[in-house]
């Protein structure tokens, strides 16, 4: 089945511990990006990369980093959490950079005390 | 700038038609996606409207105005299970595939 997941799907954790949250596709799709998700803010783009080894920020980069060693996976990292990225994010990809449709991942809901 | 504008909320009746409009400004322009969100879960594509015009597909049609800036969702016969955000999105130009994404309209279906 072709899918976009994300691990943890929760998570609480506390101000200043690292934490990863990852992200895998099985669609051989080279666009991935992360966006999060705020009430009354909409989705926004944190980063996003075109293929393996290349990425670039979004519009709401600062606070976390990226890495994409490999096509399928591109977790985010959180180095230093603090309470303002409590929030709903979600991992997406699509083919090609271009006019294809994004598939979104189920979303990991992430709290920092 | 680049602004994405849609109701907050709408209600409706199961049965009826509801129009969902969108306003958008963007630097640059390829198209404008709809996509729905039920509570907590991710968003799932409805709609890709590249061409100005109508375009539907089941119970969905969009409808999108590239001189306007305009887009709107048609949603007939409606459903319960219709009850849920609506995220009218703007696909920018250039190779980033960027989505700019508006607030949602929040759709509560009514018996």
């Known amino acids: 089945e072709a899918q976009v997941t994300q691990n943890p799907r929760y998570l609480i954790t506390v101000t200043g511990k690292k934490l990863t949250v990852t992200c895998s596709q099985n669609?051989?799709?080279?666009?991935m990006s992360w966006y999060r998700q705020d009430p009354g803010l909409g989705l926004r783009q944190i980063y996003y990369s075109m293929n393996v080894e290349v990425t670039d920020k979004g519009d709401v980069p600062e606070g976390y980093k990226v890495s994409r060693k490999e096509k399928r996976n591109f977790p985010l990292i959180l180095e230093s959490p603090s309470p303002n990225q409590t929030s709903l994010y979600f991992c997406a990809s699509s083919s090609t950079p271009g006019t294809d449709t994004q598939y979104f991942g189920p979303g990991t809901r992430l709290t920092v005390l | 700038g680049q602004n994405i504008d849609q109701p907050t909320e709408m209600t409706a009746t199961e049965g009826a038609i509801v129009q969902i409009n969108c306003t958008y400004q963007t630097s640059g322009f390829n198209g404008l996606f709809w996509y729905q969100q039920h509570a907590g879960e991710a968003p799932t594509f409805l709609s890709y409207n590249v061409l100005d015009g109508l375009e539907e597909k089941g119970r969905f049609s969009s409808f999108l105005s590239r001189s306007k800036g305009y887009s709107y969702l048609l949603l007939k016969e409606l459903q319960m299970k219709d009850s849920a955000s609506y995220l009218c999105a703007a696909h920018s130009g250039g190779a980033t595939n960027k989505l700019i994404f508006g607030t949602g309209t929040l759709l509560a279906v009514q018996p």
């Open positions: 669609m051989n799709h080279e666009y």
